[in-house]
């Protein structure tokens, strides 16, 4: 995802398997829409990006969106607010 890994990712994907949803996942993408859609679809994702980010989990080998929730999240791991752009 280049060099800022910030940047908001809404990952497209017109035939969607559980492999390759896991896979998207696991890439640190924020949103996956599945195509077609609508453009009203694709701003309603992109509003959010937009507007707020959760926060993110900072390891040595990762630095990506907190997707657990927060009655999973450990506090033995670091997370830090997204910097705005």
């Keep these: 995802m280049g060099d800022n890994p910030f940047l908001p990712v809404i990952g497209l994907m017109s035939n969607p398997t559980p492999d390759l949803v896991r896979i998207a996942v696991y890439s640190s993408i924020n949103h996956l829409l599945v195509v077609p859609s609508s453009t009203g679809q694709l701003m309603d994702r992109i509003n959010p990006l937009i507007k707020t980010q959760g926060s993110f989990v900072v390891r040595y080998n990762y630095i990506g969106p907190e997707r657990r ?9 670091p997370q830090m607010d997204v910097p705005m752009f």
């Design 69 to 77: 929730p927060g009655d999973q999240c450990s506090s033995k791991i």
